[in-house]
C-alpha cells in the first residue's frame, strides 16, 4: 500500500501570510494526488485535484504543485475562513490514502 | 444539487453491529461510486471502501475485511455501510462520499457525517 506523509504537522500563521503544506508518496502516484480543507465538524471539501486543478468555487488563493512523490499546497495569502486542517490523497493505487494533515492555527 | 444525507448518530455496545445509510439525491445514482470514510475523535481520515451502485461490486480496505459490508438499494437511491463486531476503536465520525469522475477522482460531495459511539 502507499504511504503519505504530511509536513508540518500543524502551523502558526496569520491572516495575509503565504502558507505551504508539504505531501510525500512512498512511492510514484504521478499526479493523483488531491487535497481537501476540512473545518471542525465538518465534512472534507475538496480543494486541488489531479495535484494542481483548482476545484470549482474554490478561492485562487489556493494552488497546488508536484508529481511523482512530492507534492505541494499553497495558499497565497491566508483568509480567516482557511484556519482549518488540510489532507492529501493519493488515488493512484487502490487503496486510496490520505495523509496524516496539516492543522493551520 | 448533488445532496448526501446521512443517518443519525449511533450508540452501540461491543460486539454490536451498526448501519449507516446515505440517501443520496440531485445526479443519476448508478454513474459514480461511492466510498466510505471514517474520523476517529481528534484523528485524521480513514478510507474503508467503496461501492459500485450499478453493479454493486464492492472493494474494502484490508483492515476491515470481513467485518464491513456495504451494500446499495437502486429503487430509493440509498447506500449503506455495516460495520460489525465492533470495538471501541470503531467510534467515529463515518462518511460517504461520492467518487467524481475527473482526474484523480476526488470526493466532490460529501455526506454530513454518522458519529457511532461504541461503549458498554
Not at chain 1, 476545484?55 to 495569502?77: A, C, M, N, Y
Request: hydrophobic share 30%.
Amino acid at each position: 500500500d502507499i504511504q503519505m506523509t504530511q509536513s508540518p504537522a500543524s502551523l502558526s500563521a496569520s491572516v495575509g501570510d503565504r502558507v505551504t503544506i508539504t505531501c510525500r508518496a512512498s512511492q510514484n502516484i504521478d499526479t493523483d494526488l488531491n487535497w481537501y480543507q476540512q473545518l471542525p465538524g465538518r465534512a472534507p471539501k475538496v480543494l486541488v485535484y489531479a495535484s494542481y486543478v483548482l476545484q470549482s468555487g474554490v478561492p485562487s488563493r489556493f494552488s497546488g504543485s508536484g508529481s511523482g512523490t512530492d507534492f505541494t499546497l499553497t495558499i497565497s495569502s491566508l483568509q480567516p475562513e482557511d484556519f482549518a486542517t488540510y489532507y492529501c490523497e493519493q488515488t493512484y493505487n487502490t487503496p486510496r490514502a490520505f495523509g496524516p494533515g496539516t492543522k493551520v492555527n | 444539487q448533488v445532496q448526501l444525507v446521512q443517518s443519525g448518530a449511533e450508540v452501540k455496545k461491543p460486539g454490536a453491529s451498526v448501519k449507516v445509510s446515505c440517501k443520496t439525491s440531485g445526479y443519476t445514482f448508478t454513474g459514480y461510486h461511492m466510498h466510505w470514510v471514517r474520523q476517529a475523535p481528534g484523528q485524521g481520515l480513514e478510507w474503508m471502501g467503496w461501492i459500485n451502485p450499478n453493479s454493486g461490486g464492492t472493494y474494502y480496505a484490508q483492515k476491515f475485511q470481513g467485518r464491513v459490508t456495504m451494500t446499495r438499494d437502486t429503487s430509493i437511491a440509498i447506500i449503506y455501510m455495516e460495520l460489525s463486531r465492533l470495538e471501541s476503536d470503531d467510534t467515529a465520525v463515518y462518511f460517504c462520499g461520492r467518487e467524481s469522475l475527473p482526474a484523480a477522482r476526488p470526493f466532490d460531495s460529501w455526506g454530513q457525517g454518522t458519529l457511532v459511539t461504541v461503549s458498554s
